[in-house]
């Protein structure tokens, strides 16, 4: 009788441990594939926003760009908008689509208006 229940022990242990990993091996590869705020090609306020701080970081604000490593404020920010907005050679390196994007994320993240 105690070998009896005792092989039921068992075989309840190993189905729980099978279970419990299949449960943590799926949730593992939930949390790894919706991981990251930037999804390339995202549509919307927030992908703008993100598309835009992107951009303003690596084209804008790196060492060797034209701004490197500068630290914004509300009244850097509205010049910078300005200067994008406007239609000098500096800006040149940038589409026009990243201008849009870039200006809506320093809106958003100054609070520009």
Do not use: W
């Amino acid at each position: 009788m105690n070998q009896l229940k005792s092989k039921r022990n068992a075989i309840a242990l190993k189905s729980f441990v099978c279970t419990g990993a299949v449960i943590l091996a799926s949730a593992m590869a939930t949390s790894v594939s919706a991981s990251g705020s930037f999804a390339p090609g995202s549509v919307g306020p927030q992908g703008k926003y993100n598309v835009g701080k992107v951009v303003f970081h690596k084209k804008i604000s790196c060492s060797t760009c034209p701004l490197p490593s500068k630290r914004l404020d509300k009244a850097s920010a509205s010049d910078l908008i300005k200067s994008l907005q406007s239609d000098s050679t500096e800006n040149v390196y940038l589409k026009s689509s990243e201008k849009k994007a870039v200006i809506y994320y320093l809106k958003k993240r100054y609070r520009v208006k």
